[in-house]
Nanobody, 125 residues
């Protein structure tokens, strides 16, 4: 049984920062490439960021490049998403996903094996 649990969501003003965490339990996080996605109300799921298993390569969606940073701490089986310069359009439920024994990273959500329940981020103007 592998569980993926996000935390850290909340309400923040535009221009502010927020850190999300994603804890994997049941298996070591080092076995997974990890990603963050988000879904805003009335919108499709959107790729936010991903990191490969060694933590050497990362990728970002165009709308968050230069503002968000993904990182991982496998000693804590945790992946982070540091969000800077938040905008109202960043308001969404943020989901963490894990791809088992991945080579590299991918933005294709269908390739991820495990998903969390999401954490809500609201950015006020």
């Amino acid at each position: 049984q592998v569980d993926v649990v996000e935390s850290g969501g909340g309400l923040v003003q535009a221009g502010g920062s927020l850190d999300l965490s994603c804890l994997i339990s049941g298996r070591a996080s080092k076995d997974y490439a990890m990603a963050w996605y988000r879904r805003a109300p009335g919108s499709e799921r959107e790729f936010v960021a991903a990191v490969d298993r060694p933590g050497e390569e990362t990728g970002y969606g165009d709308s968050v490049k230069g503002r968000f940073t993904i990182s991982r701490d496998d000693a804590r089986d945790t992946v982070y998403l540091h969000m800077n310069y938040l905008r109202p359009e960043d308001t969404a439920v943020y989901y963490c996903a894990a791809k088992f024994l991945a080579v590299g990273w991918t933005s294709n959500s269908r390739e991820y094996h495990y998903w969390g329940q999401g954490t809500r981020v609201t950015v006020s103007s």
